[in-house]
């Protein structure tokens, strides 16, 4: 990734919609910003690799990012997406600890780098951040308990039709006729849910055929919606 600085006013603004450094003023933000470096990323390069001993935080001003974590048999499973405001690294940050995920570009990147040190700097000049992160860590605790229930208490089909269902409100098509844009391989799909692409390909058609989707190349339509929400066939 190539790297440069950048002003702090002009990084200010941009962190300003980071929900870490909700609640701080334009110049606390200046105070931040002028501590971090700038860089750039093309749609699929690596940024960090799981079992890394790099501690350092980052902060997507724009694109999007996909992070996977490693099965030990090899199987990547797709674990999180993080858009623009986002942020991610903070645990190794945190705790010195090795990466314990997979971070690439989803499209082209630029971030804001912050390195260890200055992070937890940061945390004990402005109290306000360490709220903001530990809220932010709850939300995210809640999301993953959600998704092991879902893996537990579902099968195949049902956490298939769910994702559709996350998919389709995310853009704001969550209703009848409503055009799913850019989804997901059944094989990335597969990863989410916690299965394999053979099984993951096999519910679709199963909604296919049933005619509550119509699943095309990187589009799904929704063809009947009170049947996807009553989550059966």
Do not use: W
Request: hydrophobic share 40%; glycine share 8%.
């Amino acid at each position: 990734m190539s790297e440069e600085k950048v002003p702090g006013s002009e990084l200010s603004q941009a962190l300003q919609n980071c929900s870490l450094f909700s609640g701080l003023r334009e110049d606390q933000l200046q105070q931040i910003a002028v501590q971090t470096d700038r860089l750039h990323a093309s749609r699929g390069q690596l940024v960090i690799v799981h079992g890394d001993p790099t501690t350092d935080m980052y902060f997507l001003l724009s694109g999007s990012v996909i992070g996977q974590i490693i099965a030990e048999n090899g199987r990547e499973i797709l674990f999180t997406e993080i858009a623009q405001n986002g942020y991610f690294g903070e645990l190794a940050a945190l705790d010195s600890r090795a990466r314990s995920i997979t971070i690439s570009a989803g499209a082209d990147c630029v971030f804001a780098k912050l390195s260890k040190e200055r992070f937890l700097k940061i945390l004990h000049e402005f109290p306000e951040v360490g709220v903001n992160l530990a809220r932010d860590l709850v939300g995210q605790l809640r999301n993953m308990n959600e998704r092991v229930f879902g893996l537990i208490a579902h099968d195949v089909e049902t956490r298939v039709r769910v994702r559709v269902m996350q998919l389709a409100q995310a853009q704001e098509q969550l209703v009848e006729g409503g055009i799913i844009r850019n989804t997901p391989t059944h094989e990335a799909m597969a990863g989410y849910v916690g299965s394999n692409r053979e099984a993951v390909s096999r519910a679709i058609a199963k909604l296919n055929k049933a005619g509550v989707i119509e699943s095309e190349r990187k589009k799904i339509v929704i063809r009947d919606l009170r049947q996807l929400l009553a989550m059966e066939c």
